[in-house]
């Protein structure tokens, strides 16, 4: 397991007996020390090639000027293609015209063939995308409008840009926030490049997170009639200085749809979000991060679902169903990242939580007292969902 960290690579090692912080200098690639990185992203590449990719951005202040950059790491030589040795020492570095923001990856289809390529948002403002040149054996830069011209045409900087290919229909989600408030969701035939829907709304203030994700769909929706393949597809959008929403069914109700995430406004600035199942239910749950140092666990209850609660049950069912906020926890610095994946290899898996002060890993506790072995599957009649809580497994920094 490999996480990165500010200013050089840093490996994160399991073992038996726990996990060892041990830091790597890049040290054939000393423009990274003393910059300001800006964003990363790591991908392995889409079969049946073979290899690790990782792209940093950063702001390198050479004394009377600041300039941004794109470092792109992957080695071509076989059988080193995931050696993060000598990955680091294999290094394309681009320099940029534009201040860089959020660093993302998404697979598309060149032909036949699956390819995984960078896009990367800048305040100029544009979506910049960068494809490997096979013969080259490199990336570079290529117009995005030929794989993705749902990204022309921005009326403001993106700060943040998700895309969901949506299995067996040949077809994409791809949502993006702007610093304005603005939203645009667009639905993409991959084959042919054409967008066929495209809906949009402005928010109050700089969006910080944008995920299309699945979420349940209550009985009582009629969209339920439709296609299969075109329900539960939501949007989560959360905002620097208003409450998180989510957009649900976009594919049937557009952004007509929206449920709000209560209090997700009341600890400031939301600053990151994941989309995951924590309790092990088979549906996910939404967690924000705060700049107000508190990670909040919202739940989605469609109308009728048992073990809503016996507040629900004495309040009217609403048919579209609704959030909850199922629990919280506080962090001692503000929270700037998150992942859900198993750190352990033991089958379950941990949260690790990025925060400004240090990184904090989070193991499941599905019932109290904390620090018991967790359930597997619970069901909501067996667990009380205000027990459903997480105990801290490892903390590297304060």
Known sequence: KTLYSVGEFCLQQATYTGWQPVGRECSSH????????????????????????????????????????????CDYEPGSEYNLDSIAQSC???????????????????????????LLSGNDPCIHLYKENKGLHQFEEQPVQNL???????????????????????RRLTAFGCQ????????????????LQTWSIQQD?????????????????????????????????????????????????????????????????????????VDFDGAPEILLGTYGQELLCYKYWSSGAPGAGAAEAEAPLQPAGEFHLLWKRSFPSPLLSMEYADLTCDGLCELAVVCLKGLHVLQICTARPLGSTPVLTPSRSQVDPGALDMTPFYRWGN
């Open 30 to 73: 000393s423009v990274l020390f003393d910059a300001e990185i800006v964003s990363i992203d790591t991908f392995s590449k889409s079969p049946p090639k073979r290899g690790l990719v990782v792209g940093i951005t950063f702001i390198k202040d050479s004394g009377d000027k600041a300039s941004p950059f794109l470092n792109i790491y």
């Open 92 to 118: 394309l570095n681009l320099e940029l015209q534009f201040t860089p923001f959020q660093l993302y990856h998404a697979e598309v289809h060149v032909g036949d063939q699956p390819e995984t390529v960078f």
């Open 148 to 170: 993705f011209p749902e990204l022309q045409e921005l009326p403001s900087n993106v700060l943040w840009l998700d895309v969901c290919n949506i299995p067996g229909s040949g």
């Open 180 to 195: 304005s408030g603005y939203v645009r969701v667009a639905q993409v035939e991959q084959a042919s490049r054409e967008v």
């Open 205 to 277: 203030g700089p969006i910080s997170k944008v995920l299309v994700f699945r979420l349940p769909a209550s009985e009582s929706d009629p969209a339920q009639n439709g296609n299969a393949g075109d329900q539960g597809y939501s949007v989560l959008v959360t905002s620097t200085i208003e409450l998180s929403v989510v957009y649900r069914n976009v594919l049937t109700h557009g952004l007509a749809d929206q449920l709000t995430l209560p209090a997700s406004d009341q600890h400031d600035s939301v600053l990151c979000a994941l989309v995951t199942d």
